[in-house]
């Protein structure tokens, strides 16, 4: 199961990069002076932009990832991934 470990790595690694660029872009609006964080009222901004990443991902590797889970259910010790 090496490589299974190793898009969950991939992937964590993405998640985690990700969570801190969107992270800078909501701190664009702090003063040095004050050390105050004006936030302004966009509820759904964080939403879509998880959305897109999740979206994105599915796009580009989902394919990928579902055609090694269907080539590795041969083996028996994969089986309870795909049931």
């Known amino acids: 199961m090496g490589h299974a470990y190793m898009v969950i790595l991939v992937m964590l690694c993405q998640t985690l990069v990700y969570r801190e660029v969107t992270a800078l872009f909501s701190l664009k609006n ?10 302004k009222k966009d509820p759904w901004s964080k939403t879509l932009n998880w959305y897109f990443f999740a979206v994105t991902n599915y796009f580009l ?3 990928s ?7 590795s259910s041969n083996h028996s010790h994969c089986r309870f991934i795909l049931s």
């Open 61 to 63: 590797y989902g394919e």
């Open 30 to 39: 702090a003063t040095p002076e004050s050390g105050e964080i004006e936030h």
């Open 65 to 71: 990832i579902i055609y090694y889970f269907k080539v």
